[in-house]
């Protein structure tokens, strides 16, 4: 066990953890932050994702200790209900969500696609999304939200 600082959403934590444990466990077991989810544990959906100094990340199989000094922001460091990111925005909007579990990916990964490319075309966007899962097959909105925050972002 070692004490491990992490900038999460602007704010530090220090836990106590193995420096092997995944930041995911870090995130939701000991920060409390639920909306990166556990899906396949095996970098395969995509559900875990959070940002690691803007870059999307798997945080299930991103080792806690390799991250102490970046800052790591997740869904809900990315807007708030009163200023939400353009993307929180038109997913309500486009009513995107379904079971939900799958979202917080999808959004990461596409607010990261945005910070990059500020009109990205429809293969630009399959291109950044690809191997995010959604059994609840919501892809067709997930693009129609995609594209309403890039032009909201204009
Ligand atoms: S839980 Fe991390 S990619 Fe599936
Ligand atoms: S909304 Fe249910 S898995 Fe995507």
Redesign the pocket.
């Known amino acids: 066990m070692a004490k491990i600082t992490l900038d999460v959403n602007g704010k530090p934590h220090t836990i106590d953890a193995d420096p092997d444990m995944p930041l ?1 466990y870090a995130l939701r077991n000991d920060i409390g932050l639920n909306n990166p ?13 959070v940002h690691l100094n803007g870059q999307p990340v ?4 991103t080792p806690v200790s390799a991250v102490a000094d970046a800052k790591v922001v997740t869904l809900a460091g990315l807007g708030t209900p009163e200023k939400p990111h353009p993307l929180q925005t038109a997913y309500i909007e486009e009513q995107v969500t379904q079971c939900g579990y799958c979202i917080n ?1 999808w959004i990461m990964t596409a607010a990261a696609l945005l910070d990059r490319v500020k009109k990205p075309t429809d293969d630009q966007i399959k291109d950044a999304l690809t191997g995010l899962k959604c059994r609840c097959a919501t892809h067709m909105a997930i693009m129609r939200a995609v594209k309403r925050a890039a032009a909201m972002m204009g």
Do not use: D, N, P, V
């Open positions: 995911l989810k556990f899906g396949c544990g095996l970098a395969q959906c995509g559900a875990c994702t798997r945080s299930c199989i990916g």
